[in-house]
């Protein structure tokens, strides 16, 4: 390793040696450690390139990968360049080569201002423990290698962990132990090196690792569409049943008679073991629970109408057989489409439990048509809440977004599309709590006969791009319907702003026109435009989402589940 230290010094003389104090070898001793330094930075544009291919994928070869170097890069390398170096001043001062040439080892011996000969001052004094913990010079001496010694490595530990956090952007920053931590070995390995001559490597080593950060971030995060796909839970794998050894078969003369054949029973329309996803997907009527209303049962007893839509109307009940207040939608016209419509969304629904999204109690016949049986909450919606107390501080909206992104996620993965997602569809409880509600037109993924041919699918000022321009609806199209109502939350507009009519709205929409109404101060303003991104394989997930808004909350010293509003008063 000498020889390879003694061609890294020479390498550092002939590019840079100017001759004046304190020597030509000593300022080849800084730009010796600015090469060393950039050894972590290759190892960090490295892992970046990994991420591009892997995403947040941080098992089996992957994490191997970075962690591997993480310890060749930051610890092996700089370790054994840092030592040769050493060793070769060492070797030079005691008579030896040092794998220099006779030239070279002939300006080592030249004089320069307060270091004296060079050789000497790079090879003859004491290592780095030494003259921390046994000092013999004068308290400012000591001081000098103190700030030298010490201060120099914590910054360039700084250093090599900002450059962890930029190879690791759009994912956890655990993994930046495995890059930060061998570098915390190397200084702790590094203590037998002569302490003038570690002071002029840190002196090289700290701008080039600071520089660095430059073609790391030239890398760039990997993109949304492979984060989406290294997310992704993998396939759970069906256990084989167990061998079962065969049976023992008694001689003919002692075997007993048949048993009688079993007592066949006709099959029931639902297996009591089916799952809520598949109960979602599967035709048919929804499955009545004891107690259910019946048709022209009068069980519901309106109190007032709380809203008017396109599939229904939704009123304010009180279940006269429970005791409780619900919230009622009534189709408009109960034809076959429509109720088939309505049955497939309230299995959907019925399939969904979360916190912040309403729960569906029943289904059930009234005297003017079908209707769903849905929770009450009492408070108001997010667009009367800006409306009426102004835009959302970054924290009440990281918790707005954190809280919804959760909710979406949770109907996404029972095959849930809200497909209109809005700051009315928002309601905020009296706790200042949110919650999802009116997936009036939720649809089941698969299912192409939840709306009427032609029937536009959203609100215009908060519909995605691809949804107004005649795609399918996709989990893709709720994030970017969500990240439209934060934006509204933070600045009381939609991110298109608004137009005159629906139908100029809608063809912004499907223009795909950039947001000019974002929040441009705020802290969440970055993620919002890649959440706005025209192309749905270039948004992030809601998961990525929720997991990066969650982590700045988190940083903050805020909780997630804390309210999005002050507390909003009851009505009475």
């Known amino acids: 390793m000498e020889s390879i230290a003694s061609s890294l010094l020479s390498l550092a003389h002939a590019l840079f040696q100017p001759g004046f104090c304190p020597g030509d070898w000593v300022w080849a001793t800084s730009m010796a450690g600015a090469l060393i330094g950039l050894v972590p930075v290759a190892g960090m544009v490295l892992v970046a390139i990994v991420r591009k291919f892997t995403g947040n994928r941080y098992h089996g070869p992957a994490l191997f990968t970075i962690g591997g170097l993480g310890l060749v890069f930051v610890l092996l390398l700089p370790l054994l360049l840092t030592t040769g170096v050493s060793s070769v001043y060492r070797a030079v001062f005691a008579g030896g080569t040092g794998g220099l040439s006779g030239a070279e080892r002939a300006t080592l011996g030249q004089e320069f201002c307060f270091v004296g000969v060079q050789a000497e001052y790079l090879g003859g004094g004491q290592n780095i423990y030494e003259t921390l913990f046994y000092p013999g010079g004068s308290v400012l001496a000591y001081g000098y290698y103190l700030g030298a010694l010490v201060g ?15 190879a690791l952007r759009r994912g956890p920053k655990w993994p930046g132990r495995l890059l930060w931590v061998p570098f915390v070995a190397f200084v702790l390995f590094s203590v037998g090196v002569e302490a003038n001559t570690a002071v002029h490597l840190w002196l090289g080593f700290l701008p080039a690792t600071v520089l660095g950060v430059i073609p790391v971030a030239l890398v760039g995060p990997p993109s949304w569409s492979t984060i989406q796909k290294s997310d992704r839970p993998p396939e759970p794998r069906r256990p084989e049943p167990p061998r079962q050894p065969p049976p023992y078969v008694p001689p003919a003369e002692q075997q007993p008679p048949p048993p009688p054949p079993p007592k066949q029973y006709p099959p029931t329309s639902v297996a009591p ?10 035709p048919g009527p929804v499955p009545v629970p004891p107690g259910s209303g019946e048709a022209g ?30 919230a009622l939608k009534i189709a408009h016209a109960p034809d076959r489409d429509t109720e088939a419509r309505m049955e497939r969304e309230a299995r959907a629904l019925a399939a969904l439990t979360h916190p912040n999204c309403v729960r569906v109690y ?21 667009a009367e809440a800006v409306d009426t107390g102004g835009p959302l501080d970054d924290v009440s909206a990281g918790r707005l977004w954190a809280t919804m992104a959760s909710a979406l ?3 996404h993965d029972k095959g849930v599309l809200h497909r209109d997602v809005k700051p009315s ?8 709590l949110p919650h999802l509600i009116d997936f009036g037109i939720a649809r089941s993924r698969g299912d192409s006969k939840l709306t009427a041919t032609g029937m536009m699918i959203g609100t215009p000022d908060y519909v995605a791009p691809e949804t107004a321009g005649g795609a399918p609806a996709s989990p893709a199209s709720d994030a970017w319907q969500l990240a439209a109502t934060v934006s509204y939350a933070l600045s009381g507009y939609p991110p298109r702003g608004t137009r005159e009519t629906p139908m100029a709205a809608l063809m912004a929409a499907a223009r795909a026109e950039p947001p000019s109404r974002l929040p441009r101060q705020s802290v969440h303003a970055r993620l919002l435009m890649a959440s706005l991104d025209p192309q749905p394989r270039n948004r992030p997930t809601l998961r990525a989402v929720c997991r990066e808004v969650e982590g700045w909350l988190a940083r903050a010293g805020q909780s997630a589940d804390g309210p999005v509003t002050k507390v909003v008063p009851r009505a009475r």
């Not at 073991?273 to 599967?282: E, F, K, M, P, V």
């Not at 569809?425 to 200042?432: A, L, Q, S, Y």
């Open 425 to 432: 569809n928002i309601i905020v409880d009296p706790e200042g």
């Open 152 to 166: 120099l490595p914590i910054l360039a530990l700084l250093a090599v962990m900002l450059l962890g956090r930029v």
């Open 362 to 382: 029943d289904l059930v016949e009234e005297p003017d048509g079908l209707a769903l049986v849905m929770e009450y909450l009492h408070g108001q919606a997010l």
């Open 297 to 326: 049962s009068g069980r519901f007893r309106r109190l007032r109408r709380l809203g008017h839509g396109g599939f229904g109307t939704v009123w304010e009940a009180q279940d006269t057989q429970l005791g409780r207040t619900v």
């Open 409 to 411: 996620s949770a109907a």
């Open 273 to 282: 073991s089916q799952d809520a996803a598949a109960l979602a997907a599967a």
